[in-house]
């Protein structure tokens, strides 16, 4: 079946826009996840869906990051007045339950310049 | 905040060794898990080891959790050019039933010479 797939691949923006990267998961799978990646570093978590609702948005780094999943299925990352630090790739990831091994996707690369 | 960390940072060695990679966490965890990633984008799952197993195989992949040094090692044998790639250490330390979000390290860099 079809992985997770983000859309879009490569985003560049100017600094003070605003972005909304999306993810779709795999079908079913409840549990859903953004982390987002610097060059050299693992992935540092943002946000986690349980269903509609966000579980846990302690990742987030400021009121200018916000996710939504509003049918438990497509979420969205939303970033406000971005700017030159929020240049990473983001990545998403879902799972059957949050029991299970996730399962990511190929990622969007923001560049703010 | 990273809680694991890698060692060694890069690793080069040729088609058919093994390939060791080890990792160091901090905080008492549910799971280890192992990710590779090619490029710098997605990643893939390779293993999952609970923290009540020891070592678990998955072909050419054998991974050990030592809870009480806090420590996972990631073993390739008969290593191959397509395993070249970088290998993430990622802690689940997430309550049954709660959110389980992944904590990375800052991966070990794998390059296979053919």
């Known amino acids: 079946g079809a992985g997770v797939s983000q859309t879009p691949s490569n985003k560049v923006t100017e600094k003070g826009k605003y972005v909304e990267l999306r993810c779709d998961p795999i079908?079913?799978?409840?549990?859903l996840y953004w982390y987002r990646q610097s060059l050299g570093q693992g992935p540092e978590f943002l946000i986690y869906f349980q269903g509609t609702g966000a579980a846990d948005d302690s990742g987030l780094p400021n009121d200018r990051f916000f996710a939504v999943r509003p049918e438990g299925s497509v979420s969205t990352l939303k970033i406000q007045r971005t700017e030159r630090g929020d240049s990473a790739v983001y990545l998403c990831?879902?799972?059957?339950?949050?029991?299970?091994?996730?399962?990511f996707g190929p990622g969007t690369r923001l560049t703010v310049t | 905040s990273q809680q694991g960390e890698e060692d060694p940072q890069a690793l080069s060695i040729q088609e058919g060794e093994n390939a060791t990679m080890n990792c160091s966490y901090k905080?008492?965890?549910?799971?280890l898990q192992w990710y590779r990633q090619n490029s710098g984008r997605g990643l893939v799952h390779l293993i999952l080891?609970?923290?009540?197993?020891r070592e678990k195989h998955s072909g050419r992949l054998r991974v050990t959790l030592d809870t009480s040094k806090k420590s996972s090692s990631l073993l390739i044998t008969a290593s191959r050019a397509a395993d070249t790639a970088s290998y993430f250490c990622?802690?689940?330390?997430?309550?049954?039933?709660?959110?389980?979000?992944?904590?990375f390290g800052s991966g070990t860099q794998l390059t296979v010479l053919p």
């Open positions: 905080t008492s965890i549910n799971n």
């Open positions: 990831a879902s799972s059957p339950t949050p029991e299970y091994e996730q399962y």
């Open positions: 990622a802690t689940d330390a997430g309550i049954s039933g709660s959110a389980r979000q992944l904590t």
């Open positions: 080891i609970r923290s009540n197993e």
């Open positions: 079908s079913g799978h409840t549990a």
